[in-house]
C-alpha cells in the first residue's frame, strides 16, 4: 500500500491526538470506579489520576491485556475451527490418545 505523504501525516496526527486521549480516558474511568467501589469494599484509599495511569500501565506489564480488538491473527487458528476443519482422522486420534494419558496422569496423582 503506497501512502501519499499528506495521508501519512494526517494519520499520524490522529494518532498522536487520539491515543493520549483515549488513555487519559481509560485511566479516569478507572479512578472513578476504584474510588467509587474500592474504599468502601476493602478499605483502601483513594486513587489520583496519575496513580490510575501508573496502573494500568501495570496491568499493562503483568497481564499483557488492552489488545483494543487486535484478534489472534498469527497466533494460530482457533482449535474448534482446527479440529472441525483441518485435523486429519490420525491427528484427531492422537490427540484424543495424548489427552486420555494426562487425564490419566492427574487421576493417579490424587
Not at 4 to 9: H, Q, S, Y
Not at 28 to 57: C, E, R, Y
Not at 90 to 100: T, V
Request: aromatic share 12%; glycine share 10%; net charge positive.
Amino acid at each position: 500500500m503506497n501512502m501519499e505523504p499528506k495521508d501519512f501525516r494526517r494519520n499520524k496526527a490522529k494518532f498522536f491526538l487520539f491515543v493520549p486521549l483515549i488513555i487519559a480516558l481509560v485511566s479516569t474511568v478507572v479512578m472513578l470506579l476504584w474510588n467509587a467501589i474500592l474504599p468502601d469494599l476493602l478499605g483502601t484509599k483513594h486513587i489520583n489520576f496519575w496513580q490510575s495511569a501508573g496502573l494500568l500501565l501495570l496491568c499493562k506489564i503483568l497481564f499483557g491485556g488492552f489488545g483494543f480488538g487486535r484478534g489472534q491473527s498469527g497466533r494460530g487458528m482457533d482449535f474448534k475451527e482446527r479440529w472441525m476443519n483441518k485435523m486429519g482422522t490420525e491427528d484427531k486420534q492422537k490427540m484424543r490418545e495424548e489427552w486420555i494419558k494426562r487425564c490419566r496422569q492427574w487421576k493417579k496423582e490424587d
